[in-house]
């Protein structure tokens, strides 16, 4: 799957997992969607190490994994800054 996927996925699952788990997070929307295209690729990377099948582009799988990825990243994030 290319960069430019994992950026549009990325932005999805950074607004998704701010849904999912609202609150007044340090840096705003901005950091909530960059954590939200790290999540994507560090979900996806994950996921494929474990087995759960290869992100292959956009399908509920890739994009289930991307919204993990990032709601975990901003639980990280969310401990780390407080």
């Known amino acids: 799957m290319g960069i430019i996927a994992w950026i ?11 849904l999912v788990m609202p609150g007044k997070d340090p840096g705003g929307f901005i950091v909530t969607i960059i954590i939200g295209i790290l999540g994507a690729v560090i979900g996806g990377w994950i996921g494929t190490a474990l087995g759960f099948g290869d992100v292959s582009g956009f399908n ?5 994994i991307a919204v993990l990825g990032a709601i975990v990243l901003l639980i990280i994030y969310r401990v780390v800054r407080k």
Not at 8 to 18: D, R, T, V, Y
Not at 60 to 64: H, Y
Request: proline content about 0%; aromatic content about 12%; glycine content about 18%.
């Open 8 to 18: 549009i996925f990325g932005l999805i699952a950074g607004a998704i997992a701010k």
């Open 60 to 64: 509920l799988g890739s994009f289930v």
